[in-house]
């Protein structure tokens, strides 16, 4: 196993990781009772991208997981999703630093902190297998 197809495995593992949090955030930020306080329709969309991007990040962690090497090997397909999920992680930091609400960052520093550096890292990786 090279390093770039380790680091690449990582981030699979990081983004499996990611995931699961998720579960842990919707409670910490109580969807629930949040989401009833919505119509139906945007309640119900609301829960259906939540549960997509959720699916999304398995995927992502699954082709990470799995084929690692292949997407290691600098070849057009592998730099293609390889700067495909480099582009999605650093538009995903750039939102949360831009987008999301500062004293709710401010009150969870070490999450926000800490997925930030995640995001960064997820980004470089899959610059790195992408300008391979």
């Not at 999920?85 to 520093?109: N, P, S």
């Amino acid at each position: 196993m090279t390093t770039l197809s380790f680091a690449i495995w990582l981030a699979g593992t990081i983004q499996m990781v990611i995931a699961a949090a998720n579960l842990v955030v919707a409670k910490k930020l109580d969807y629930r009772t949040n989401v009833a306080r919505l119509t139906p329709i945007v309640g119900q969309v609301f829960a259906v991208h939540a549960v997509y991007i959720v699916l999304i990040l398995v995927w992502f962690g699954a082709l990470c997981l799995l084929f690692a090497q292949q997407l290691a090997t600098g070849d057009a397909l592998a730099r293609f999703l390889a700067g495909g999920l480099a582009g999605f992680w650093g538009l995903r930091a750039i939102v949360q630093l831009t987008l999301y609400d500062r004293q709710v960052r401010k009150e969870h520093r070490l999450q926000d902190v800490a997925f930030l550096l995640a995001c960064a890292l997820l980004t470089g990786i899959f610059l790195t297998a992408a300008l391979h």
